[in-house]
């Protein structure tokens, strides 16, 4: 069965500052893989997706993700975060077939400080 | 293009009454997804569903639970008898196409079970 981890729970990072949240899978075929962010009370976003090609993909809001098969990671990246950055980030493999269905991480809480 | 649409936003239900929950997918989306998520957990998936079909029941619970995609109108994600443990929030999400495909999220239905 396909799992998802996200070691960090919780992040605090000073605005303007970098960032890079963890992201490891378990899947056995070719993984198709999410980023989703989530602000409180809200649903999810989507951020930037992999399907395959090209192994560094850029997202909205100026993140960007690197899938590494050897590693089984897709981490999130960001230069320089925004104050309105602040949300629930959740990484998602999703199935081949006709299922489909995500499979999620617990999720990684960012906060930024001022 | 409006997106997908969840009704209500929040519920509020006694043990033993049911509780009924709406999602009406993004306009000329065919395919359904439910998700719940528990407090500080991520997304689990519950049931896929196309048109008048369901795909997938593998994260319903074998009791209580039922969902259904009608030809015309809204999915609807029934839970007869509540319990507390009931309580979560349930996502909708939907996509045009069954197979690897980009999901898009609705806001949430919050249900509190007093």
């Known amino acids: 069965a396909q799992s998802v981890t996200q070691p960090d729970i919780h992040i605090t990072v000073s605005e303007g500052a970098s960032l890079e949240l963890r992201c490891n899978y378990s899947?056995?075929?070719?993984?198709?893989l999410f980023w989703y962010v989530q602000s409180p009370g809200q649903g999810l976003q989507l951020l930037l997706k992999?399907?395959?090609?090209?192994?560094l993909v850029q997202g909205i809001k100026g993140f960007e993700a690197e899938f590494k098969r050897s590693q089984s990671s897709f981490n999130l990246r960001k230069p320089s975060v925004h104050w309105s950055d602040a949300a629930e980030y959740f990484c998602?493999?999703?199935?081949?077939?006709?299922?489909?269905?995500?499979?999620f991480g617990t999720g990684t809480r960012l906060q930024v400080t001022l | 293009n409006a997106g997908v649409m969840q009704n209500p936003r929040h519920l509020v239900r006694r043990r033993g009454q049911e509780a009924r929950l709406r999602c009406s997918p993004v306009?000329?989306?065919?395919?359904v997804y439910w998700y719940r998520q528990l407090p500080e957990e991520g997304l689990k998936f519950m049931v896929y569903?196309?048109?008048?079909?369901?795909?997938?029941e593998s994260g319903m619970p074998k009791e209580r639970f039922s969902a259904e995609f009608p030809k015309e109108g809204p999915s609807i994600l029934r839970i007869q008898q509540v319990v507390r443990g009931d309580s979560a929030a349930y996502f909708c999400?939907?996509?045009?196409?069954?197979?690897?495909?980009?999901?898009?999220f609705g806001p949430g239905t919050r249900l509190t079970v007093l």
């Open positions: 899947y056995g075929a070719t993984p198709y």
């Open positions: 306009k000329g989306h065919s395919h």
């Open positions: 998602a493999v999703g199935e081949t077939g006709t299922a489909s269905k995500l499979t």
């Open positions: 999400a939907s996509s045009p196409n069954g197979g690897p495909d980009t999901q898009y």
């Open positions: 992999y399907f395959s090609g090209d192994t």
């Open positions: 569903l196309q048109k008048e079909n369901i795909i997938d």
